[in-house]
């Protein structure tokens, strides 16, 4: 029997939540391969992905975050703050932006990305 996608990501939050950074990155994993749609999993993996500084995966996983749900405001504050760590500081200014959009009550242009 296999687990839900819910018990999955419930799982890696628990992993997570111990430090247990590399177990909960193999869940989120199973997560987003089971639903390539579950913005909350490309989320997550991303954050744990910047945690272990696996920068370039997490930069994949936040933009696909972003992708999911374009006006998510948290979606695009943790993706400024992965280029940051890459360095590309233009595309973290521009992810930034949004953040910045939406937190003032605006909506994000998708086509404009």
């Not at 996983?61 to 374009?70: D, R, S, W, Y």
Request: hydrophobic share 40%; glycine share 10%.
């Amino acid at each position: 029997m296999s687990e839900s996608l819910q018990d999955l990501f419930d799982d890696a939050n628990g992993d997570l939540a111990i430090g247990d950074f590399e177990s909960a990155i193999v869940g989120y994993r199973k997560c987003v391969e089971l639903d390539p749609e579950f913005f909350d999993g490309w989320q997550a993996l991303g954050m744990a992905l910047m945690k272990t500084g696996e920068i370039k995966e997490a930069i994949g996983c936040g933009i696909q975050a972003t992708m999911l749900q374009p006006n998510d405001l948290l979606a695009w504050t943790a993706l400024s703050q992965m280029y940051v760590q890459d360095g590309q500081i233009a595309e973290a200014e521009h992810a930034k932006q949004n953040a910045t959009i939406l937190g003032i009550g605006g909506k994000v242009d998708k086509t404009r990305d």
